[in-house]
């Protein structure tokens, strides 16, 4: 039984009871079958800004939920510059009624260079961490205008019912790190393991040449949104935080590594 159904051309049923635990209760995973759904094929009443790459449902102790995410980039102006926006909704779905509890919208507005603002579908999750049957969407999302390849603004969002978000914001892992030539090896700041200012200044006095700008690449600025939250709030964002950085830091690697053409020896081997 899937606990996060990806909706199709209609609604399907998603959670047969509601899950209690104090781990993740659904989770929607970073794979083809989340992306690119149509408007058309949303209950009526849902409101989508920009082009939808993913809707969810799943029950909790309110009823049945449903998150939509969508993106926009335009084209460029007379002018040269270029927009983008990111737009995501919660709606409760109380019979033929869609309900919003909440919604994000961010955008970059006439950027000169580069505009640019995308979803990391790994980081859309829903928990239940108090097993209560109290549900917390998280989103997370890369945000930047700029011409070269640089780290981007990432945020990573957790809303709780229709008042409560809880924020972390910093810097992702693109262009962290780039391939020497001559060492024959990748160059640049680790990621960070921790993202206190002592943390991130103790990582930057052994890697003087990368700069003292704070955050550093992979790291958020502060953790001031969950002076009042529950603990389990930011433990959870904490990890997935650091996972989803795991992850971009893999792929940019590998990106920046050379492939290693076969030898002869090999190329002729059985």
Known sequence: MNSVQRLGGQWRPVLMGLLMSAACVTTACADDAVALT???????????????VAAYTWDDRQGKNLLVLAEQISEREDDGTQSAFVYAAQYLIDGDRPKRMWMLYDDVQHCEFDAALRFDMAATKVTDLAGDGTTQATVGYTRTCTSDVSPNEFKLIMHVGKAQKYRLRGVDRVGAAWWDEEAGALRGMPLPRDCSVAGQQALVSQYKEQGTELPLPGCYSDEKDFAKAPEAYLTFMRQHWFALMQKQDAEWGQAQTPSQEPTEDEESAP
């Open 38 to 52: 149509t408007v058309v094929q949303l209950p009526e009443g849902v409101e989508v800004r920009g082009k939808e």
